[in-house]
């Protein structure tokens, strides 16, 4: 098993925040399907201020391009995607179409 930790951030707007959050109280079951399936084991996403992290634990046959292609031929997974972009932003130092930032481990007890 693999863990990946991404981080992006929501547009600093406390009202579209807390939309952003009712969303995930209730993730669509399509959505949920599309995780599972790909497989990721387990996932967290955290906030602080405006700040995402999400917390990805993946089978070791994980991939991000597998992953990448299977959401682009999901219409469900791009309706939710383009809901989601509604809330979000990408990092200042995000490129060109990025928006969950993949972050380097830089220590571990």
């Given at each position: 098993?693999?863990?990946?930790c ?12 807390a939309?952003?959050?009712?969303y ?5 079951p ?14 967290s996403i955290?906030r ?6 999400m ?5 070791d ?39 969950w930032?993949?972050?380097d ?5």
């Amino acid at each position: 098993m693999k863990r990946y930790c991404l981080a992006l951030d929501l547009k600093d707007n406390p009202e579209l925040i807390a939309t952003y959050e009712d969303y995930h109280k209730a993730v669509w079951p399509e959505i949920l399907e599309s995780i599972r399936t790909s497989g990721i084991i387990d996932l967290s996403i955290y906030r602080t201020g405006n700040r995402l992290m999400m917390i990805m634990e993946v089978a070791d046959n994980f991939s991000f391009a597998d992953k990448a292609k299977a959401d682009n031929e999901n219409p469900k997974v791009q309706e939710w995607e383009t809901l989601m972009w509604q809330y979000q932003q990408a990092l200042p130092f995000a490129q060109p179409g990025e928006k969950w930032v993949l972050m380097d481990q830089i220590f571990k007890l």
